[in-house]
């Protein structure tokens, strides 16, 4: 089976614009979660969709926003962009969010 | 709320030497609790989990729920063990994992 991947692998934006990031989970997985990494804070939970609805959503304000797909691709949007959200973005697939997380490359996003 | 509490961000040992990770939790019920491995230039990979006891590239760990540890251990390090480990807990159903922020380490030659 192909493996979760992510697209674009890197991305450069300046403060105020918007991106969107892609993810398209292992074959037969309906659950995606996303997460943010950076150095000091590990990875944080963003939100996880299954079957097309947003079922947990973590700590992050508004400006984070996501959706899934009915072939359970889906993307994350950032809106007004800040130099603090420059991070790694990870995606991770399972079949229903009760097992083991595959988690995709990464997305590096940087914010100048 | 869960948390997941990683204390070293950094654990140097030698090669040969017992090797132990903490991980301390705080739920009031029955986690699901996870260890991921992120090797140098790799994705983030599932090491092992509590409920299959399973000892995986010579690690195990044991969920001990008075103490809300799950500290993973090695009886000796190798060279390729370098790595950041992330513990991560799951509440019951379908709730969100929750991640450590990850210990690295560091096997000396």
């Known amino acids: 089976k192909a493996g979760v991947t992510q697209t674009p692998r890197y991305l450069i934006k300046t403060r105020g614009q918007q991106v969107t990031l892609s993810c398209s989970p292992i074959s037969g997985h309906r659950s995606v979660s996303w997460y943010q990494q950076t150095p000091g804070q590990g990875l944080q939970f963003l939100f996880e969709y299954f079957s097309e609805t947003q079922r947990n959503k973590g700590n992050f304000p508004g400006r984070f926003s996501g959706r899934q797909f009915s072939n359970s691709r889906s993307e994350m949007n950032v809106s007004t962009l800040e130099l603090g959200d420059s991070a790694l973005y990870l995606c991770?697939?399972?079949?229903?969010?009760?097992?083991?997380?595959?988690f995709g490359p990464g997305t590096r996003l940087t914010v100048l | 709320a869960q948390r997941v509490t990683q204390p070293e961000k950094l654990l140097s040992v030698f090669k040969g030497a017992p090797v132990e990770l903490k991980c301390n939790y705080s739920y009031s019920g029955s986690p699901e609790l996870f260890w991921y491995v992120q090797y140098s230039r790799q994705r983030l990979q599932l090491l092992l989990r509590h409920i299959s006891r399973e000892s995986i590239k010579g690690f195990t760990a044991d969920l001990n729920k008075g103490e809300t540890s799950f500290h993973l251990k090695k009886p000796f390090a190798q060279e390729e063990d370098s790595a950041m480990y992330y513990c991560a807990l799951q509440a019951g159903g379908y709730q969100k994992v929750t991640f450590g922020t990850g210990t690295k380490l560091q096997v000396i030659p």
């Open positions: 991770a697939s399972s079949t229903s969010g009760r097992e083991t997380q595959y």
